[in-house]
């Protein structure tokens, strides 16, 4: 999963598509989220670090990350999965 090359993302968690101008506003987690994405982190490296640093049921994390993940994608994000 990669975030497309048009995407940038502030330190305040601001989402900016270069493509169409569009911002959205994260809280701190998503954008921690989208930082390892960037970095190249798998899904499961992605929970793995979540989980170890927050107190957080590893279920509800899991279908957190698949929604985030899903309303990336839906908001055109992501690239295409190879």
Do not use: C, W
């Amino acid at each position: 999963m990669k975030i497309k090359k048009h995407v940038a993302i502030s330190e305040s968690g601001v989402l900016f598509d270069g493509s169409t101008g569009d911002s959205f506003s994260v809280n701190p987690i998503a954008a921690e989220v989208l930082n390892l994405i960037k970095e190249n982190k798998t899904e499961e490296q992605i929970k793995l670090h979540i989980l170890e640093k927050y107190d957080v049921d590893p279920e509800r994390l899991e279908a957190d990350l698949y929604d985030f993940y899903a309303h990336l994608r839906q908001l055109n994000l992501l690239e295409k999965d190879e």
